[in-house]
């Protein structure tokens, strides 16, 4: 079960954002913080209940502690959109990040991304999931530096999808100006020098109905590859979420490492990394900036934090060093 493994964190951030919803927690459209004892008590409660449609050796474990070298300890700090049932509809995303580099050991993580989701009939096992950001992950490229990647599922992760071009899936294009796994470089050192950005957006093709990725540094995106529309069920018709936003995640007992530009967004000493051009994509390829906040999930905003959206634009972030 090694292909699962470098998406721990990531999929305990979808189950954490799906028990929210599960369990009752209502996310209203003015932010609404989550606190570090509920998100505790999803994490490790309701979410975990949820899993057990997997196979017990394998992901409930490794994500839930039940080993030596389990992934415990994850911060997250996002946005997503509301969910109001299976009518919801949406077609893609678009946004600029920056993009930066830390020393990470072995054992953390560090990620921003976005989400394209379909949560199926309701059970974890019919969850469709696209995934693309950035993420320094030492151990599975052996370097501290930032990679571009992808990853998907239909399943919740139970038995299919994978990490960048780990597995058939996504179908890099010829010419592509990177490919999920690449390393991203130059970027900025914290702290100074310039601000270094990645455009990337994901829609679903009309013609197609594949979702196709793209990517921009420090430029306009263009297309790199693309999921085909046979690999889903329900993200074969359109997505009814989109999440986006930051994770850390270290192993148990170990500090956090920082998120995003390793400053907080509020105002303290340091530059805080950002989220700008938040745009959603429609069915017939057009982007429409976010203008209007929407709901926020934060682990715990003494380590990590968001602001709420602010003409498309939004700051995170957090120095790490938190240990539970």
Known sequence: MFRLTPLR??????FFLYALQSRGVKLYPTTKDVTDSL???????SAKLSLTSLKSNSIEAIIFGQGSSSWNEAYFAGHQTPSSGPDDTYYGLHVTIDVYDHELKRGQLSSTTFWIFHD???NTSSLNSI???WHIHPDHYGDSHPHFYTSWTRDGDATTGCLNMECPGFIKVSGAVIAPG??????DHV???PIQNITLRVNKDKKSGDWWVYYGFNNIPTGVGYFPKSLFNYLAKKATRVAFGAYVSSKKGSPTPPMGSGARPNGSMGRAASFTDLRFMDKDGNSSPIMADLPKTITNEKCHS???IDHANCLYG???GCIR
């Open 9 to 14: 964190p990531a999929i305990v951030l979808c």
């Open 39 to 45: 998100a505790q008590d999803v994490l490790r409660g």
């Open 120 to 122: 199926g009939d309701g």
């Open 131 to 133: 995934q693309v950001g």
């Open 182 to 187: 690449d390393t991203i470089h130059p970027v």
């Open 191 to 193: 702290p100074g020098g």
């Open 306 to 308: 968001i602001t709420p």
């Open 318 to 320: 957090g120095p790490g």
